[in-house]
């Protein structure tokens, strides 16, 4: 490989090289700046780095192998990759799957995204892990002496200041219609987008739901004009402590409209009921994570991707934590029977 074809990340103190593949670093030598996490998922890199919640984030997948399954129209979470860059250890150049398309290099190539691979994808786990997420940046090898100015610049660039949810969601209401997913329309229900998956909306579509699909701000009284069966509160990126109006629109809902929150949703309700929520060090990412059904004393493998928690202390009396995970004791979910309020932290579709 010649030098314009390695690249280097850079995270913290450590720098892990390896070779691009998708599209072209931005410009001429970069730099590509992102918010470093790790994903445990052992499939499902399509509707990774298409979930808008990964917004602002350099994504690293821990399997040993991406790219077996190509790239398809429908394994997309929306109409574009959100994540800045995806970091593996192997390239699968040839997938081989009947569901394939292209490959997943001429897919980021497309979305113009950025992909690095033979990188020791364990070592880098292991380092965040200990760390905690951390902000870093990619570059051409060729760029490497250009390192410390860089960092001047990754001191500048602050992730958790950014509001990512008004970045990410439509910027007017759209619908999802039960009939597009062959069922009868049996309910209204508005759905918030934070940063929504499509497979929600599709699930919510398939059990006769017709779902109005509105801005992260979209006023409360808007909401109930509609007169809905209910408000769905979705999955988002970032800091939820910043979305302060969606919190505002949630407490102006509550008890007047039944309300069902994931991920984002969960958050956002705990803190229109007074709750408070925290950073976690390196957030739950991956189809695997361990979470307890403290109602029916099942333990449930289920699909996250947070980096943020609902600080169960300080939920109010009237609120019930229904989940917890298993892993590091967080709340994974809330019941509110006086409000008609539920949620689950992690992604029941």
Known sequence: MTAQ????????????????????????????????????????????????????????????????????????????????????????????????????????????????????????????????????????????????????????????????????????????????QGAEAKYKVVAYDYGIKMQLLRDLAKRGCDIMVVPADYPAEKVLAEKPNGVFLSNGPGDPSLATYAVQNVKALLGKLPIFGVCMGHQVLAMALGAKTYKLKFGHRGGNQPVKNLEKGLVEISSHNHGYAVDEKTLPKEATQSHVNLNDGCCEGLTVPSKQAFSVQYHPE
Do not use: C
């Open 5 to 180: 074809n390695r690249g280097l990340l850079v995270v913290g103190d450590q720098i892990f090289e390896g070779d691009f593949f998708g599209a072209n670093l931005q410009g001429s030598s970069g730099p590509l700046f992102g918010e470093v996490v790790f994903n445990t998922s052992m499939t499902g890199y399509q509707e990774v780095m298409t979930d808008p919640s990964y917004a602002g984030q350099i994504v690293v997948f821990t399997t040993a192998q991406v790219g077996n399954t190509g790239a398809n129209k429908v394994d997309v979470e929306s109409s574009r990759v959100h994540a800045n860059a995806m970091i593996i250890a192997n390239y699968t150049a040839q997938p081989s799957n009947f569901r394939s398309e292209q490959s997943l290099d001429q897919f980021l190539k497309d979305q113009n995204t950025v992909g690095l691979t033979d990188i020791d994808t364990r070592a880098l786990t292991l380092f965040l892990r200990d760390r905690g997420v951390t902000p870093g940046f990619i570059i051409s090898a060729s760029d490497r002496e250009k390192i410390p100015q860089i960092k001047e610049q990754l001191a500048k660039q602050d992730y958790g200041s950014v509001d990512w949810i008004l970045k990410v969601t439509t910027k007017a209401p759209y619908w999802m219609r039960a009939k597009e």
